[in-house]
């Protein structure tokens, strides 16, 4: 059985930072490359970040780039988003989403944690 856990969420002011951590169990980890996305109230999930399956690759949205980092620790089965600077527009639930192409694809969520950017 396949889970997906994140963890991290919170409460913080604009100008804060948060980590966010998304362990994945009972799949080979490092095989999966490790995305974020995230979904505001009333908005469409939209893509956050990417990470490889190593750690070597990572993009992110236009909107986060130079305030947000993904990183992966496959020896923990773990993947993380640092998130700083946050900003309001911040807001949202955050998923982690593991996938692997190939000859034998697949592809699991998470259930989301929230983060709140308010003062």
């Known amino acids: 059985q396949v889970h997906v856990v994140e963890s991290g969420g919170g409460l913080v002011r604009p100008g804060g930072s948060l980590r966010l951590s998304c362990a994945a169990y009972?799949?080979?980890?490092?095989?999966?490359?490790m995305s974020w996305y995230r979904q505001a109230p009333g908005k469409e999930r939209e893509l956050v970040a990417t990470i490889s399956t190593i750690g070597t690759i990572t993009n992110y949205r236009d909107s986060v780039k130079g305030r947000f980092t993904a990183s992966r620790d496959n020896a923990k089965n773990t993947v993380y988003l640092q998130m700083n600077s946050l900003k309001p527009e911040d807001t949202a639930t955050y998923y982690c989403?593991?996938?692997?192409?190939?000859?034998?694809?697949?592809?699991?969520w998470g259930r989301g944690t929230q983060v709140t950017v308010s003062s």
């Open positions: 989403y593991a996938a692997r192409t190939g000859v034998i694809s697949e592809t699991h």
């Open positions: 009972g799949l080979t980890f490092s095989s999966y490359s």
